[in-house]
Nanobody
Framework: QVQLVESGGGLVRAGDSLRLSCAAS????????MVWFRHVPGKEREFVAD????????YYADSVKGRFTISRDNAKNTMYLQMNSLQPEDTAVYYC???????????????WGQGTQVTVSS
């Protein structure tokens, strides 16, 4: 089992950058595929990016490709999401999750963090 805690969210202006972190407890972090989703009230959770357990494979939603970078440091039990050129439409609660394999649908993931709010003003 793994517990996840996100951090790094905040209020920024359009064009700014933020780096989110997802810290995991437990010794098995390196065996999990990891993902970032985001959620806006009234809408379904949206896939953002995923990364394989070794970090060798990544995949991005078209909406963030070229602006966001997902990475992980298994020695630190932490995953990151570097977000550049933020836009108001990126405003959401960002969640990290862990699962046995990467996928773009939330049902594939077993463990979730509590989320961190990202707000981008125009």
């Amino acid at each position: 089992q793994v517990q996840l805690v996100e951090s790094g969210g905040g209020l920024v202006r359009a064009g700014d950058s933020l780096r989110l972190s997802c810290a995991a407890s437990g010794r098995t972090f390196s065996s999990y595929a990891m993902v970032w989703f985001r959620h806006v009230p009234g809408k379904e959770r949206e896939f953002v990016a995923d990364i394989s357990w070794r970090g060798r494979s990544t995949y991005y939603a078209d909406s963030v490709k070229g602006r966001f970078t997902i990475s992980r440091d298994n020695a630190k039990n932490t995953m990151y999401l570097q977000m550049n050129s933020l836009q108001p439409e990126d405003t959401a609660v960002y969640y990290c999750a862990a699962g046995s394999y990467t996928a773009v649908y939330p049902e594939a993931y077993d463990y979730w963090g509590q989320g961190t709010q990202v707000t981008v003003s125009s």
